[in-house]
């Protein structure tokens, strides 16, 4: 009986350190980028480390959509109850009091990059804004419409056919392949016809 209640004691022991790993806390130790996956070390279970585990995206067939943590970031991962910590998948990152939120703003909804570069939205002001500090900014389509004014603070390169409805203002230099703009004002503007001469007349 004793026998009994003794391997007892250590089943329910062990299902309860079973469940205590079911949902856990760790940080990346390893990548696999072709495979998205990620090794994880399990501070709250004896720094044990998992085996590679997939990491939960959004989408993965036709619309496809690829992030995956970085090493020393904090995942949350889901295991297979019973499996061991071989078996699971990455929830995805938290927050910490390391790794603070870049923002504190429940209006906005915000995407930050290590090189700097930000994308927001800020619905309570009905603002998008994008911010590069470096690199290029490519959008390719067979058409783009701009429905709204367009105010461009710098150089403006066309390699295709600008349509507008509304009127086209510069504070600075127009030009095309042959000349600026300022450079017809210099020609047009110092020839003087001889006003004493009549125009030419028009042939039937």
Request: glycine share 8%.
């Amino acid at each position: 009986m004793l026998d009994r209640l003794i391997k007892l004691a250590q089943r329910i022991t062990d299902i309860q350190s079973r469940l205590e790993r079911l949902l856990a806390c760790g940080e990346v130790v390893d990548l696999d980028p072709v495979g998205h996956r990620v090794k994880l070390v399990l501070p709250g279970h004896d720094n044990v480390q998992t085996d590679w585990l997939p990491v939960i995206s959004r989408r993965a067939l036709g619309v496809q959509i690829y992030t995956i943590p970085k090493m020393g970031e904090q995942c949350w991962a889901l295991f297979v109850p019973f499996s061991g910590m071989e078996r699971g998948v990455v929830l995805g990152a938290t927050y910490n009091d390391t790794d603070t939120p870049p923002i504190d703003n429940p209006a906005q909804t915000w995407m930050q990059f290590e090189d700097g570069t930000t994308f927001h939205y800020d619905q309570d002001q009905h603002h998008c804004e994008l911010n590069m500090p470096a690199g290029t900014l490519v959008i390719t389509a067979p058409h783009t419409t701009i429905n709204g004014d367009v105010q461009v603070n710098g150089n403006t390169i066309m390699d295709g056919t600008l349509d507008t409805t509304g009127n086209i203002h510069s504070d600075a230099e127009v030009s095309d392949a042959v000349r600026a703009m300022s450079g017809d004002r210099d020609i047009y503007n110092t020839h003087d016809h001889d006003k004493s001469v009549p125009p030419p007349a028009k042939t039937q």
